[in-house]
T-cell receptor, first 111, second 116 residues
Framework: NAGVTQTPKFQVLKTGQSMTLQCAQD?????MYWYRQDPGMGLRLIYY???????DKGEVPNGYNVSRLNKREFSLRLESAAPSQTSVYFC??????????FGEGSRLTVL | GENVEQHPSTLSVQEGDSAVIKCTYS??????FPWYKQELGKRPQLIID?????GEKKDQRIAVTLNKTAKHFSLHITETQPEDSAVYFC???????????????FGKGTLLTVNP
């Protein structure tokens, strides 16, 4: 049982480049999330999808876009990467008040 | 929206001692309070949670207490062991109606170090 799988695990970009982080879950969860983690800042919500077909902004959505492709997949896109987007990104999913399951994380460096 | 404050940011204890981490939240409608543990280089994982209809929950060496009047909840770890060393995060959902459970707001984390 894979849980939440995100790719790539590591990525280095130059300022202005674009990229997409992919996330898939096999637990049939309705809700999916993208968080970023920076030292001393905890986990901050970028975007979330409460159910298939809906997406909403979180605390720090600027510079990002998302797509809920289907119930399993939720992608995060950086259209024009900036050094401030250097971070570790976590995808997560849950069902109702259940446990929030995280992926292994994607470490992004923007030069 | 929900604001979650977590203290302390770092905590160092001797093996066998107890550790307590406290969080306060702002939204009185919040009704679910989980704690996550993140080991170095790993993903956060749920260790214990509490709902607003109870004041305390225990699971072996860990416990969580909730004071809804004061809007704070705490994680208690007894008989700490070196493998308890990690970053611990509290969280609370945005309160109110309309599917408010969907978003969890996290505290900034507490780095717990258990010294052998």
């Amino acid at each position: 049982n894979a849980g939440v799988t995100q790719t790539p695990k590591f990525q280095v970009l130059k300022t202005g480049q674009s990229m997409t982080l992919q996330c898939a879950q096999d637990m049939n969860h309705n809700s999916m999330y993208w968080y970023r983690q920076d030292p001393g800042m905890g986990l901050r919500l970028i975007y979330y999808s409460a159910s298939e077909g809906t997406t909403d902004k979180g605390e720090v959505p600027n510079g990002y876009n998302v797509s809920r492709l289907n119930k399993r997949e939720f992608s995060l896109r950086l259209e024009s990467a900036a050094p401030s987007q250097t971070s570790v990104y976590f995808c997560a999913s849950k069902e109702g008040f259940g446990e929030l399951f995280f992926g292994e994380g994607s470490r992004l460096t923007v030069l | 929206g929900e604001n979650v404050e977590q203290h302390p940011s770092t905590l160092s204890v001797q093996e066998g001692d107890s550790a307590v981490i406290k969080c306060t939240y702002s939204d009185s409608a919040s009704n679910y309070f989980p704690w996550y543990k993140q080991e170095l280089g790993k993903r956060p994982q749920l260790i214990i949670d509490i709902r607003s209809n109870v004041g305390e929950k225990k699971d072996q060496r860990i416990a969580v207490t909730l004071n809804k009047t004061a809007k704070h909840f705490s994680l208690h770890i007894t008989e700490t062991q070196p493998e308890d060393s990690a970053v611990y995060f509290c969280a609370a959902p945005k309160g109110g109606s309309g599917g408010s459970n969907y978003k969890l707001t996290f505290g900034k984390g507490t780095l717990l170090t258990v010294n052998p």
